[in-house]
Nanobody
Framework: QVQLVESGGGLVQTGGSLRLSCAASGRTFSTYGMGWFRQAPGKEREFVAAVSTSGGSTYYADTVKGRFTISRDNAKNTVYLQMNSLKPEDTAVYYC?????????????WGQGTQVTVSS
């Protein structure tokens, strides 16, 4: 079982920055693909970014490409999401997720979420 705990959300003005963190329990963190998702009120959860087990490969939704950066520190069992040039449409609850088997096509573990609010 893996527990994921997000932190770093908050209220920020348009154009501002936030860095989200997701701390994972367990000794196999480095074997999991990690991702960030978000869900705005009245909308479905959507993919934001993902990073491979080593951190060497990253993937982004078109809506955040060039503004957000995902990274991980396997020594600290933590994945980060640096968010710059924030827009009101980035307002959502942000969730981190862990992927045990990249070929299975599913995210196996989820955190409880952290709220990000961008004011205009």
């Amino acid at each position: 079982q893996v527990q994921l705990v997000e932190s770093g959300g908050g209220l920020v003005q348009t154009g501002g920055s936030l860095r989200l963190s997701c701390a994972a329990s367990g000794r196999t963190f480095s074997t999991y693909g990690m991702g960030w998702f978000r869900q705005a009120p009245g909308k479905e959860r959507e993919f934001v970014a993902a990073v491979s087990t080593s951190g060497g490969s990253t993937y982004y939704a078109d809506t955040v490409k060039g503004r957000f950066t995902i990274s991980r520190d396997n020594a600290k069992n933590t994945v980060y999401l640096q968010m710059n040039s924030l827009k009101p449409e980035d307002t959502a609850v942000y969730y981190c997720a862990a992927e045990v088997d990249a070929e299975a096509g599913r995210w196996d573990y989820w955190g409880q979420g952290t709220q990000v609010t961008v004011s205009s």
